[in-house]
């Protein structure tokens, strides 16, 4: 079955440095990977979208990297500030569909 | 741009009673708006979704009759818990998207707790 995998511990790093955040898929070919933050007790907010067909994307201090052949996205924050705080959540989307499959997040804190 | 809005924010409410939630869409025509379901510490799981005008599609395993939906217009769309007993307790969130394009980047209402007691 699909699965997406976010390591389920809490990343926890120092003001300034990069964050690094991992999402893992299988049986799975998606046409889009998305990454979305979702603060305690609100809605999830659209950070960035990558397609298949794109290795990188950038916006301001956040990076993504799509891997299709290791089916793996690296989502990376750089100087991060203690406001960077959240859990982060990977989603996918295949080819031609429209229903989008989410990870159960990552949460990252960030210590200033 | 791409504001939804949720209401209630917050409910709580006694076993076997109802309970409806709207989600908005406030600056665009939303096509297609989704309703999930949120447990703690767990990911977004979709319970359906709904086209304006047309009957909404329901996940595997998520009860049609007890889980009401409506989505009126291009801005509105709402959820009905009918019968809700404690099991239901969770976090809810719909999202929205103007469905054009080939992508479904979704806008998030703020979500709304539900508490059965």
């Known amino acids: 079955s699909q699965k997406i995998e976010q390591n389920s511990e809490a990343l926890n790093i120092q003001e300034g440095k990069t964050a690094t955040l991992t999402c893992n898929y299988t049986?799975?070919?998606?046409?889009?990977l998305q990454w979305y933050r979702q603060d305690p007790g609100r809605g999830p907010v659209f950070l960035l979208l990558?397609?298949?067909?794109?290795k990188e994307k950038r916006k301001e201090r956040l990076k993504v990297t799509f891997d299709t052949t290791l089916k793996q996205s690296l989502f990376h924050i750089t100087a991060s500030q203690p406001a960077d705080s959240a859990t982060y959540l990977c989603?996918?989307?295949?080819?031609?569909?429209?229903?989008?499959?989410f990870g159960a997040g990552t949460r990252l804190f960030v210590k200033a | 741009g791409a504001v939804v809005s949720q209401h209630p924010s917050r409910v709580i409410c006694k076993s076997g009673t109802s309970v409806k939630i709207e989600c908005r869409s406030l600056?665009?025509?939303?096509?297609?708006m989704f309703w999930y379901r949120q447990f703690p510490k767990q990911s977004l799981m979709l319970m359906a979704t709904?086209?304006?005008?047309?009957?909404?599609?329901?996940e595997q395993g998520v009860e049609k009759d007890k889980f009401l939906i409506n989505h009126a217009s291009l801005t509105l769309s709402t959820l009905t818990v009918t019968s809700a007993h404690p099991e239901d307790s969770s976090f809810y969130i719909c999202?929205?998207?103007?469905?054009?394009?080939?992508?479904?980047?979704?806008?998030f209402g703020p979500g709304t707790r539900l508490t059965v007691l």
């Open positions: 600056d665009f025509q939303a096509t297609t």
């Open positions: 999202s929205a998207s103007p469905g054009q394009g080939d992508t479904d980047t979704q806008y």
């Open positions: 049986n799975y070919s998606p046409a889009y």
């Open positions: 709904s086209n304006e005008g047309s009957k909404a599609t329901y």
């Open positions: 989603a996918l989307a295949p080819t031609g569909g429209f229903k989008t499959i």
């Open positions: 990558i397609r298949e067909n794109e």
